[in-house]
């Protein structure tokens, strides 16, 4: 059990928030949108993803995003999601802080996601790991930890064995992804059973969906349970484009409630949080997903 009351939220909104948008956001408006995010007091981002621009065009700009916070980013954690050898070497030299590796605990998720088996995605991470300065933090995530849209539910077992590997070979935290927002309490703790037999929760982060509602619970049981990193997005925005169904992340503000209530530390003003996801959605004409967001700014304009 972890006894930190401290909890690092990482923001999730520039990356995996925008990367199953239909129109492709402004490199303005992103850069824009972390600034006033930043301003909340947050200091964590999973901001920008190397990626293939032809497969996910919202994430052809990552180096433009992160040299557009260049003054500041002092104090302020920019990571960047890179799926290969390739992808490491634009990250490093666009100056990112942290890397994010990318598996899943199915293949014919992995394959539609990053085109590579479990086995093949595995050996794309250890080559990179060989080849990432020191100075660079890693995180690996392992999505699809409870349910796959193509397989029905997953092994914890599955799950434990990856984390493990992971660890194993350096990577300073293991992320687990629940997709496809379906997976209950129950099923997380099924899964965080088996991870913590391999990996302290110090070592994990958690990163929800929130299809079915189930972001705030599992979020709640992953704290009780000792992990202190999570991942959310501002205004419940995101979704997975390989993932069919699967809604946002769990929102920034109804996690930061969560921890309030709880008790936990985050440094994290929440009503700043609102208001930044709710223009950024009005701008952007799409809609807020997050229950927080509403009772915070109830009867207030933003703009």
């Keep these: 059990m972890n006894s930190s009351d401290t909890v690092l939220v990482t923001e999730s909104i520039s990356r995996d928030g925008l990367q199953s948008l239909g129109a492709v956001v402004p490199t303005e408006a992103k850069v824009h949108l972390i600034r006033q ?32 916070l260049a003054d500041v980013r002092d104090g302020v954690e920019l990571a960047g999601l890179v799926p290969n050898l390739r992808g490491l070497e634009a990250a ?3 100056g990112v802080d942290t890397i994010g590796l990318l598996t899943a605990a199915s293949d014919t998720f992995n394959l539609r996601n990053i085109n590579a088996t479990v086995e093949e995605a595995m050996e794309r991470i250890r080559s990179v790991l060989e080849r990432v300065p020191g100075e660079i933090d890693v995180r690996a995530y392992v999505s699809t930890i409870t349910h796959c849209p193509y397989e029905g539910p997953t092994d914890p077992a599955r799950v434990a064995e990856l984390t493990e590997r992971l660890i194993e070979w350096g990577v300073d935290w293991v992320y687990l992804g629940e997709t496809l927002g379906r997976g209950t309490p129950d099923d997380v703790e099924r899964v965080l059973n088996r991870v913590f037999e391999v990996a302290p929760p ?38 997975c484009p390989f993932a069919p169904g699967a809604a946002g992340n769990v929102a920034t503000e109804d996690v930061l409630w969560l921890l309030d209530g709880m008790g936990l530390k985050h440094g994290v003003d929440a ?10 959605a009005a701008e952007q004409r799409i809609a807020i997903r997050s229950k927080a967001n509403e009772a915070l700014l109830a009867g207030q304009e933003v703009g």
């Design 37 to 68: 995010l930043i301003s909340s007091g947050l200091g964590s981002f999973d901001a920008v993803s190397f990626v293939n621009p032809k497969v996910v065009p919202n994430m052809a700009d990552g180096t433009e995003v992160i040299a557009g």
């Design 271 to 280: 009503t700043t949080v609102a208001r930044a996801a709710r223009a950024f």
């Design 92 to 94: 490093v030299d666009a």
């Design 202 to 239: 110090d070592r994990i982060g958690v990163h929800f969906h929130d299809t079915f509602g189930q972001g705030v619970a599992n979020t709640h049981l992953s704290l009780q349970r000792g992990i202190r990193r999570l991942d959310s997005s501002a205004g419940g925005l995101g979704g």
